[in-house]
């Protein structure tokens, strides 16, 4: 198994409301990423998980809560977000070996948007 | 800190054409070199990658980039595009040690035209 799954493959939500958006993977790697990517934009990285700690946070805004409770699956919990948080959301994931070059396999995203 | 430039946001050209997509980027480390692509509403698919080795690198649908160090350049390449290639092409670079994060450019959107 050489996939990433992200479900809901599309999520419209109000800005009073909380859901979650999770990502699985079976490959056995150790760190996985969410990224956000805007339209018209390149992907831009929000966390870093490596073997289920969070290892980097790019100052995200509290309303963006990541969670890895194993080391296959990633959720990103959203509450009480704001229009601008409209976006496509890519998880991926990666070996985690050090000092050796880890690639990085995505995921096909969850299309948020946020009325 | 790395940094990525796509030097065209645009690139049209006809089906059977030639095609060369632009990226620079900018480091004072050794780095590793990548070049994604992404189909309309879909997620990001590893095209091809430099770690080391032969400058020239190909990928399986007849895609290359040449890694030039002098130039600090990776550009991608292909002989004869079609109506397939159709999506944006996005150029990354990371660090060569561990986990640090990809840095991606503003991306290419290659159209193919009939």
């Known amino acids: 198994d050489t996939e990433v799954t992200q479900t809901p493959k599309h999520l419209v939500m109000g800005m009073t409301n909380k859901k979650s958006l999770k990502c699985e993977q079976h490959?056995?790697?150790?760190?996985m990423y969410w990224y956000k990517q805007k339209a018209k934009k390149p992907p831009e990285l929000m966390f870093v998980y490596s073997y289920e700690k969070l290892s980097i946070n790019e100052s995200v805004p509290s309303r963006f809560s990541p969670e890895c409770p194993n080391s296959s699956l990633l959720n990103l919990h959203l509450h009480a977000l704001q229009p601008e948080d409209s976006a496509l959301y890519l998880c991926?994931?990666?070996?985690?070996?050090?000092?050796?070059?880890?690639?990085?396999?995505f995921g096909p995203g969850t299309r948020l948007t946020v009325l | 800190a790395q940094s990525v430039t796509q030097l065209d946001s645009q690139v049209p050209v006809f089906e059977e054409a030639p095609v060369e997509l632009r990226c620079n980027y900018s480091s004072s480390v050794s780095v590793y070199l990548f070049w994604y692509v992404q189909y309309p509403n879909q997620g990001l698919q590893l095209l091809l990658k430099?770690?080391?080795?032969?400058?020239l690198v190909e990928s399986i649908n007849g895609f290359e980039a040449e890694f030039n160090k002098s130039q600090t350049s990776f550009h991608l390449r292909k002989p004869s595009v079609h109506i397939s290639d159709t999506a944006e092409y996005f150029c990354a670079v990371t660090l060569n040690s561990g986990n640090t994060p990809l840095v991606f450019g503003k991306g290419t959107r290659l159209s193919v035209i009939a």
């Open positions: 430099y770690l080391s080795g032969s400058t």
């Open positions: 490959m056995g790697h150790r760190a």
């Open positions: 991926a994931s990666s070996q985690d070996k050090g000092s050796s070059y880890n690639e990085q396999f």
